[in-house]
């Protein structure tokens, strides 16, 4: 499967807890977005990383996100302290270079629920 | 503030029926438009890349065309597998897309 994988595809947290979601890009993609879906909402942009460096995180709230794409292994986003609020579908989107017209390929989806 | 708009926000079609969906943008310098279809509970899937106003591109019963303040996406004679939630994005300098809030297409049978 040559495509975006995330992982999990669901995931369930009581408030307070940790969510690490997963991403690993397309093979030979160095390039990483990360979007959020609220309900009825349209696609969000998050945080755009490449092999070791966070190049633009203006979409990212201040608190409890951060999100890492090491040189070795899938880029993590990471929720600390969920909130009901953070409910919502997470995708990942890679892309071969760094040019703003470079199409963006979309994993299926972390779809995150907190109780 | 950079915007994109997409409308109508849900259209229903019966089989064969033609009809556009609007994506209209206001961005400082556009570097390019995407398309992509969303089916419910996957990730969106790219459709076209559309380059400068006039450009058009075309992939089975859709053809997307650009012009300096919107695109369209024309579909020709839907079938019901057409049915899906139609996204249009906008990159940013950095790479980001902006993206509308979409049009759900349902072609009924």
């Known amino acids: 499967n040559a495509g975006v994988m995330q992982n999990p595809r669901h995931l369930v947290r009581r408030r307070g807890q940790e969510a690490r979601l997963r991403c690993s890009p397309m093979?030979?993609?160095?390039?990483v977005y990360w979007y959020r879906q609220l309900p009825e909402e349209g696609l969000k942009f998050m945080v755009y990383?490449?092999?070791?460096?966070?190049?633009?995180e203006s979409g990212m709230p201040k608190e409890r996100f951060s999100a890492e794409f090491p040189k070795e292994g899938p880029s993590i986003l990471r929720i600390q302290q969920v909130v009901r609020g953070d409910s919502a579908a997470y995708f990942c989107?890679?892309?071969?270079?760094?040019?703003?017209?470079?199409?963006?390929?979309f994993g299926p989806g972390t779809r995150l629920t907190v109780l | 503030e950079d915007q994109v708009t997409q409308s109508p926000e849900a259209l229903r079609l019966q089989e064969g029926e033609s009809s556009s969906l609007n994506c209209s943008y206001t961005?400082?310098?556009?570097?390019?438009l995407f398309w992509y279809r969303q089916d419910p509970g996957k990730g969106p899937e790219f459709l076209f890349t559309l380059y400068s106003a006039g450009e058009e591109k075309e992939k089975e019963r859709l053809k997307a065309t650009l012009t300096k303040k919107e695109s369209f996406l024309h579909i020709t004679a839907p079938k019901p597998e057409d049915s899906a939630t139609y996204l249009c994005?906008?990159?940013?300098?950095?790479?980001?897309?902006?993206f509308g809030q979409g049009t759900t297409l349902q072609v009924k049978p």
């Open positions: 989107a890679s892309s071969p270079g760094a040019g703003s017209t470079d199409t963006q390929y």
């Open positions: 093979k030979g993609h160095s390039h």
């Open positions: 990383l490449q092999k070791e460096n966070i190049i633009d």
């Open positions: 994005a906008v990159p940013m300098l950095t790479g980001k897309l902006i």
């Open positions: 961005v400082s310098g556009l570097r390019g």
